[in-house]
């Protein structure tokens, strides 16, 4: 059975660092891309950070020089390192996984950045 476990959201001050993990279990192949998105309350889920099967790195505009997305050999683990947080950060959080031309999530881990 796929699943996609995700770890590590919180609560913290702005400028403060959190660090989410999603470890994907029961994929039989390799995964392709590896996505993190995010949705605020009232607004649209939208794609923070992606990473495909060979490595190549694409930021949303608004996270990028802050956020650092990152895969492991396998493959099967990817974690978002996030930096200098701002509330407009605050978000549930939704790990993303690519396989096989369908896409799967995981459940969300709230983010929340105070002021």
């Known amino acids: 059975q796929v699943q996609l476990v995700e770890s590590g959201g919180g609560l913290v001050q702005v400028g403060g660092s959190l660090r989410l993990a999603c470890v994907a279990s029961?994929?039989?192949?390799?995964?392709?891309?590896m996505a993190w998105y995010r949705q605020a309350p009232g607004k649209q889920r939208e794609v923070v950070a992606i990473v495909d099967r060979f490595g190549k790195i694409d930021y949303a505009d608004s996270v990028r020089g802050r956020f650092t997305i990152s895969r492991d050999n396998a493959g099967n683990t990817v974690y978002l390192s996030m930096n200098s947080l701002k509330p407009e950060d605050t978000a549930v959080y939704y790990c993303?996984?690519?396989?096989?031309?369908?896409?799967?999530w995981g459940q969300g881990t709230q983010v929340t950045v105070s002021s």
């Open positions: 029961g994929f039989i192949f390799s995964i392709d891309d």
């Open positions: 993303n996984v690519k396989y096989w031309n369908n896409y799967y």
